[in-house]
């Protein structure tokens, strides 16, 4: 059976579709939206091995000249010098307005397809294929894409939506498990800002921190609550003009540990991990969360195998001041999530760095 | 007495506001719109030269924070390398989501500035001050953003609306003659897609060659109703759908020749000319458009100092060879915007090559 999810948008809205071995109909629902002939598949070389050749013989079967191009793996190829390798490739290739670019990956391949997609020719298409269950869940959907400045992650991007996502819950199985449990921390951050039964549903699981130890059912709620989650947000707020801002529940202080460890120590999940233990027990203190609550969340963390703890090291004075440095920093001040009840989150600038100071000292 | 034409667009409208001097008031437009306090005014050292000073004092005097920064000038360094300097430079001086560039200068700033603040945070605010006649009544216009490919001009861009278009016609005092002709075949362009009275008035201008044999009361209605032209199209067809392609007019033609002397022999300006001769007689042949029309339309054309003639030494085959690798180029097939009468056009991608290349072999 496939779920179909809408995301809902003034000027473009597109289906996020999800069911196991759907990688195989991929041509077929490029061909149902009518899009030009020309495919540009961007991958990497591992996720190409194990996915592509069905990607590819999907396309073709339809009708659609393929080309494919991987890009190195890795956060630190996330800059613009591979964009600027996806532009030649597209010029070699003669992509057309109304041609497209498939993003078969994670976050990765699918931030930097969609801002290649976004900036050429003024924008084509961009379909994307979720390879990891971050991107499933999170970046593949609402249309944020972008790389890295030298100095700082994602400050180079463009909105540009989808005109599809695909997912395939199959392609987890071939997923580096660490890369499983990273994607698990964003699908807790939808239990605790939006969907209080999808945490209920995950607090019920014996098992949360493989793949293979969670039942299916539980893995078909997981992808299409959370989709469902972003899709909301995203529909109700494209741009981020405020809402959509509740999508960085976590990762204030996540971005600012995952940066000062040069994003080598922990993943982005790891980092989110650890943000939403931050978050959690500063809406605590503030008297915004219930304790209860906070310790609640850090049990679904922990049983995803996922730190609940700062890595060791890192001055916590440096993380107050990197937050400074944060994108969505107004007017001098930092913006936190904070959780008032599973399910429900609000928005705030006013939290003293004493209390963060307190906060992250004793983790 | 301040011009207003409002350009209206689904998620953002904004205002052109053209009068002698009104550059001292560029501090109290950004006010009124309450943008951010930290500004980044582009520029490149010639026009930083004559009028940036007066930018500056009027935003420093309106309470803004501003920094400025020159890019080499001319079109060869359009170019990514150029957009990765300003984002060093919005990095330095710590622009924030609700910071403003302002780009002062002509359409190779324009487009730069413009790009870089689509892409910087995934998008902040530009305002447009034009410099050249080409940018006040074309570029500045409509979010076109973008650099070229080192295989193709403006391969890589965005759409990102300007918050403000401020144009004072006195800045274009210090703007060579050459310049001037090349903004002037653009707005002959808009007497023939879309302004007959436009047309009219030019026909009935003893000079139009130079800015100081021109009255004053004629640059003001070319400025306004070009600005007028322009702004009705794009409001009806902002992401260039369908109708904002008759904007086009002359320039199929125009770029392939400009690429193929290597952007160096002839302006962009000439190019169109150039374009609109051809694309003219290729409609009069054709029997879309009288051929005394054509007529009425080349002697503007040469009034106002602008080539009729190809460039000698270019190869017709290699135009038509270039054709094909125009952005605008469906499914293979070259599209064209010929006029029917003085003001009114018509899209068609069914021009025969042996008619391009019988007009292209008479001029
Ligand atoms: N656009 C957004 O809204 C958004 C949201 C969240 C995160 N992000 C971005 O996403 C990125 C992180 O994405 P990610 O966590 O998916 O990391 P990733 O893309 O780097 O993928 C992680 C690793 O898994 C491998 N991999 C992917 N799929 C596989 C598969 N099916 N089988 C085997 N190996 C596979 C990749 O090669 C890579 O080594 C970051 O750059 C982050 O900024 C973007
Ligand atoms: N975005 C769009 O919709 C759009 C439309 C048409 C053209 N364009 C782009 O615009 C560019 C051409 O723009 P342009 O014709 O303005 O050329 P330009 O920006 O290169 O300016 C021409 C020259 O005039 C100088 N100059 C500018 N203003 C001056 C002033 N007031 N006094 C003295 N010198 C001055 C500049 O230093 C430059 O040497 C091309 O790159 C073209 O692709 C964009």
């Given at each position: 059976?496939?779920?179909?999810?809408?995301?809902?948008?003034?000027?473009?809205?597109?289906e996020?579709?999800?069911?196991?071995?759907?990688?195989?109909?991929?041509?077929?629902?490029?061909?149902?939206?009518?899009?030009?002939?020309?495919?540009?598949?961007?991958s990497?070389?591992?996720?190409?091995?194990?996915?592509?050749?069905?990607?590819?013989?999907?396309?073709?079967?339809?009708?659609?000249?393929?080309?494919s191009?991987?890009?190195?793996?890795?956060?630190?190829?996330?800059?613009?010098?591979?964009?600027?390798?996806?532009?030649?490739?597209?010029?070699?290739?003669?992509?057309?307005?109304?041609?497209?670019?498939?993003?078969?990956?994670?976050?990765?391949?699918?931030?930097?397809?969609?801002?290649?997609?976004?900036?050429?020719?003024?924008?084509?298409?961009?379909?994307?294929?979720?390879?990891?269950?971050?991107?499933?869940?999170d970046?593949?959907?609402?249309?944020?894409?972008?790389?890295?400045?030298?100095?700082?992650?994602?400050?180079?991007?463009?909105?540009?939506?989808?005109?599809?996502?695909?997912?395939?819950?199959?392609?987890?199985?071939?997923?580096?498990?660490?890369?499983?449990?990273?994607?698990?921390?964003?699908?807790?951050?939808?239990?605790?800002?939006?969907?209080a039964?999808?945490?209920?549903?995950?607090?019920?699981?014996?098992?949360?921190?493989?793949?293979?130890?969670?039942?299916?059912?539980?893995?078909?709620?997981?992808?299409?609550?959370?989709?469902?989650?972003?899709?909301?947000?995203?529909?109700?707020?494209?741009?981020?003009?405020?809402?959509?801002?509740?999508?960085?529940?976590?990762?204030?202080?996540?971005?600012?540990?995952?940066?000062?460890t040069?994003?080598?120590?922990?993943?982005?999940?790891e980092?989110?991990?650890?943000?939403?233990?931050?978050?959690?027990?500063?809406?605590?203190?503030?008297?915004?969360?219930?304790?209860?609550?906070?310790?609640?969340?850090?049990?679904?963390?922990?049983?995803?195998?996922?730190?609940?703890?700062?890595?060791?090291?890192?001055?916590?004075?440096?993380?107050?001041?990197?937050?400074?440095?944060?994108?969505?920093?107004?007017?001098?001040?930092?913006?936190f999530?904070?959780?008032?009840?599973?399910?429900?989150?609000?928005?705030?600038?006013?939290?003293?760095?004493?209390?963060?100071?307190?906060?992250?000292?004793?983790?």
């Amino acid at each position: 059976m496939t779920s179909i999810i809408n995301v809902n948008l003034p000027q473009q809205s597109y289906e996020i579709a999800i069911a196991p071995g759907i990688l195989d109909q991929l041509g077929q629902y490029l061909a149902d939206l009518n899009l030009g002939k020309k495919v540009l598949v961007v991958s990497n070389p591992t996720i190409f091995k194990h996915h592509g050749e069905r990607a590819i013989a999907s396309l073709k079967a339809a009708g659609f000249e393929v080309a494919s191009y991987s890009l190195p793996p890795g956060e630190r190829y996330k800059s613009l010098n591979s964009i600027q390798k996806l532009y030649d490739i597209a010029l070699e290739n003669r992509l057309e307005r109304s041609s497209t670019m498939v993003a078969l990956g994670g976050g990765v391949v699918g931030d930097m397809t969609g801002f290649a997609a976004a900036t050429w020719l003024r924008g084509i298409n961009v379909v994307q294929v979720p390879t990891t269950l971050l991107a499933m869940v999170d970046s593949s959907i609402g249309g944020k894409t972008g790389v890295n400045h030298p100095q700082g992650k994602n400050l180079i991007g463009a909105f540009h939506q989808p005109r599809l996502v695909l997912i395939d819950p199959e392609v987890l199985k071939t997923l580096p498990v660490r890369e499983f449990r990273a994607g698990m921390a964003e699908v807790i951050k939808y239990g605790v800002i939006w969907d209080a039964e999808l945490f209920s549903q995950m607090e019920a699981s014996k098992n949360l921190n493989q793949l293979r130890y969670i039942k299916p059912e539980l893995i078909d709620s997981i992808l299409t609550r959370s989709c469902q989650a972003k899709a909301d947000v995203v529909g109700k707020d494209e741009k981020e003009a405020g809402l959509r801002a509740i999508l960085n529940y976590g990762h204030t202080i996540g971005h600012a540990v995952e940066s000062l460890t040069n994003y080598r120590l922990i993943t982005h999940g790891e980092g989110v991990a650890i943000g939403m233990v931050a978050a959690g027990q500063i809406a605590a203190n503030l008297g915004l969360w219930q304790q209860e609550d906070t310790e609640r969340q850090n049990a679904l963390i922990q049983k995803a195998g996922l730190p609940t703890k700062l890595p060791d090291g890192v001055d916590i004075e440096a993380i107050i001041e990197a937050l400074q440095l944060d994108k969505k920093v107004k007017a001098g001040k930092v913006r936190f999530i904070l959780p008032t009840q599973i399910g429900v989150v609000t928005i705030t600038d006013d939290v003293p760095s004493e209390t963060i100071r307190e906060v992250l000292r004793a983790m």
